[in-house]
């Protein structure tokens, strides 16, 4: 598949811990999934999701509870869900997924992170026809083919697993995330390090030096955005 995601979800983690940056994007969208059903993860799919996402990224457990407490309390702090695509240096694609409570600010913010590291902001379609919508769960303790038989055995079938380091990776269609979950917790899998409703490329470039040097600034200046949740690409970084 071209991504390593331990060592991506690692980066990510490493570089917004230290500002918090990751906590209060996690504590925007634990509030917004909790407003739009019950403040509730057994009766709210898409609460539950971001719970099992913030899990892997170690979010702590006061700032998952203040944000389900604050949709509680019927704050009436609203966001809207957008989804940016646009280009960036030789060929590269780019989607961002972003939560706001000011869609002016927001776009305006966006297009200058592209415009100002090589990029350009396309119009709705432009780009995300090259990903595919994917459920990427992670697991430590089994090989690929043992995951494999335990989901054959839930008669799930997947769209790839493969081992990544120390891990086993499992590709899924997204409304499979929350059944391969329960199938390998049926065989005592508690812990997933990696928990993830991602864009994938169907396929991944190479840029040359200069022109990645230029892309992983504008990834980081789209990151850093505080109203950006997630950005995905068709570049592969990996060395």
């Known amino acids: 598949m ?16 230290n500002t918090s940056r990751i906590y209060a994007k996690f504590g925007r969208e634990i509030y917004v999934a909790a407003r739009q ?8 799919q898409t609460l539950k999701f971001v719970l099992e996402r913030a899990k892997t990224y170690n979010v702590p457990k006061h700032i998952i509870d203040r944000a389900i407490e604050k949709a509680k309390g019927g704050s009436d702090e609203t966001y809207d869900e957008l989804r940016y695509e646009g280009f960036g240096p030789s060929g590269s694609m780019v989607i961002v ?9 927001t776009a305006s913010e966006v297009r200058a992170a592209f415009g100002k590291n090589g990029g350009n902001m396309g ?26 038989e335990l989901l054959m055995e839930a008669d799930i079938d997947v769209r790839d697993i493969i081992e990544e380091d120390d ?4 590709y899924a269609e997204p409304d499979q995330f929350h059944s391969v979950q329960e199938a390998l917790r049926s065989a005592g899998i ?8 991602t864009m994938l490329a169907q396929n991944d470039i190479k840029l040359p030096e200069e022109a990645q040097a230029q892309f992983e600034k504008m990834i980081d200046a789209l990151e ?14 990996e060395d």
């Not at 071209?2 to 811990?17: E, F, L, T, Y």
């Not at 891990?167 to 499992?170: L, P, Q, T």
């Not at 508690?190 to 409703?197: G, H, K, R, S, W």
């Open 37 to 44: 059903g019950e403040p509730n993860p057994d009766s709210n």
């Open 123 to 148: 119009v709705s379609g432009s780009v995300a026809y090259m990903f595919d919508a994917t459920a990427v769960i992670g697991i430590e303790g089994k090989t690929a083919d043992e995951v494999l």
């Open 190 to 197: 508690t812990e997933f390090t990696v928990a993830e409703l």
């Open 224 to 237: 850093d955005l505080e109203d950006v949740q997630q950005v995905y690409h068709n570049v592969d970084l």
């Open 97 to 105: 997924d972003a939560l706001t409570n000011n869609v002016n600010r």
């Open 167 to 170: 891990s086993v990776i499992v």
């Open 2 to 17: 071209g991504r390593k995601w331990n060592n991506i979800k690692d980066k990510k983690a490493s570089k917004d811990a």
